[in-house]
């Protein structure tokens, strides 16, 4: 493991002012989204919609790295240029999400657990030699009737250090994404008691198994009611209910917290992030790993035409310029009017 290697490059992927942009979407989710907006799902229309938003240019101003599909990191555009070529060009670091899904965790009835840690360490040197900086690997972790049980959580906590290490000694930062997810009606106390559980729970596992802390980040789920619930909070509130949370669970070593998006929608979380970095400084960078609060605007825009595409591309810029102005408090909610975020 080299240390300083691993240093550098988690601090580089949450250098001020840039994000990490998730567009790691499996096939079966994409074309999904794809279908919701009026597009035909096919592999050609994912190929054309990520071929698109990797294009736009000067994205490299606010986006530090990238996570990418496997189908994405090995794939090729339209011309036969390799994506990976195309995302090198903006200046951006390759990262990849190397998990292979949840399934459900036996005798706990509504856990899942994260799978994928069989033949990771030969793939981890397959995803190096392509070019990857970074590895990324997601737990959903579910608020329901006696659950999340202490045994599903450290089943996912587990599973994390493993892989964190893992990517650790092929040199691949490691993100870890524990994700409390927003489905139920819990309300707002609920989600905190029950993030914080999950990440005390998560770092305890990371450090027994020797993972090195600055070389690594955390992207959790911002603290908030679940989506069924009847409580309504301000923007305030989910700030405070977050940070406190972060600051009782997450070592000062951790170089960075990179926020997922989590269904909510674009603007919102880039208020969330804004006020959470005016009430700093914090021991760890506050930044953004994003996917539909990047992606889901310029989605729409694009509908699978070409002739939009300067517009989604536009779009993309915007959000992505928007999350870097929310990285130093400077975002305003006036700016979503302006047409490239200002």
Same mark, same amino acid.
């Given at each position: ?156 906590? !587990? &599973? ?6 893992? @990517?650790?000694?092929?040199? #691949?930062?490691?993100? +870890?994404?524990? =994700? $409390? ?50 409580? !309504? &909070? ?6 405070? @209910?977050?940070?406190?949370? #972060?600051?009782?669970? +997450?070592?000062? =070593? $951790? ?88």
């Amino acid at each position: 493991m080299d240390q300083a290697a691993l240093k550098e490059t988690a601090q580089a992927l949450v250098a001020p002012g840039k994000g990490v942009w998730a567009n790691d979407a499996s096939p079966a989710t994409l074309d999904k989204r794809l279908e919701a907006v009026g597009i035909v799902p096919s592999e050609e229309a994912r190929r054309d919609f990520r071929e698109m938003l990797i294009k736009t240019e000067g994205l490299g101003e606010f986006i530090s790295g990238i996570i990418l599909h496997e189908d994405t990191l090995k794939g090729n555009t339209k011309d036969g240029i390799p994506f990976t070529e195309l995302v090198k060009k903006q200046g951006i670091i390759i990262g990849i999400k190397v998990d292979k899904g949840t399934k459900d965790l036996a005798n706990f009835p509504g856990e899942k657990v994260t799978e994928g840690l069989d033949g990771l360490r030969e793939r981890l040197v397959e995803y190096k030699e392509l070019g990857a900086r970074f590895t990324k690997w997601r737990a959903v972790i579910t608020i329901g009737d006696g659950i999340p049980t202490d045994v599903g959580i450290e089943a996912n906590s !587990e &599973v994390f250090a493993r892989y964190a290490a893992l @990517a650790q000694e092929a040199d #691949l930062v490691p993100i +870890v994404e524990p =994700e $409390v997810l927003m489905e139920g009606s819990h309300g707002i106390e609920r989600c905190k008691e029950v993030t914080a559980r999950v990440l005390k729970s998560v770092f305890k596992k990371l450090v027994d198994h020797k993972v090195f802390l600055g070389g690594m980040l955390l992207k959790p789920n911002v603290v908030h009611p679940g989506k069924d619930s009847s409580e !309504e &909070v301000e923007n305030e509130k989910v700030v405070e @209910a977050t940070l406190s949370t #972060l600051h009782n669970t +997450v070592p000062t =070593e $951790v170089p960075g917290v990179v926020f997922l998006s989590g269904g909510d929608a674009a603007g919102e979380m880039t208020a969330h992030l804004d006020l959470m970095n005016e009430k700093g400084p914090h021991p760890w960078e506050l930044a953004f790993s994003f996917e539909r609060a990047l992606e889901g605007p310029a989605m729409e825009v694009w509908k699978g035409d070409d002739a939009n595409i300067p517009a989604a591309q536009k779009e993309l810029y915007k959000r992505a310029k928007l999350n870097s102005l929310a990285r130093s408090g400077q975002y305003k909610a006036e700016m979503e009017k302006g047409e490239n975020g200002g």
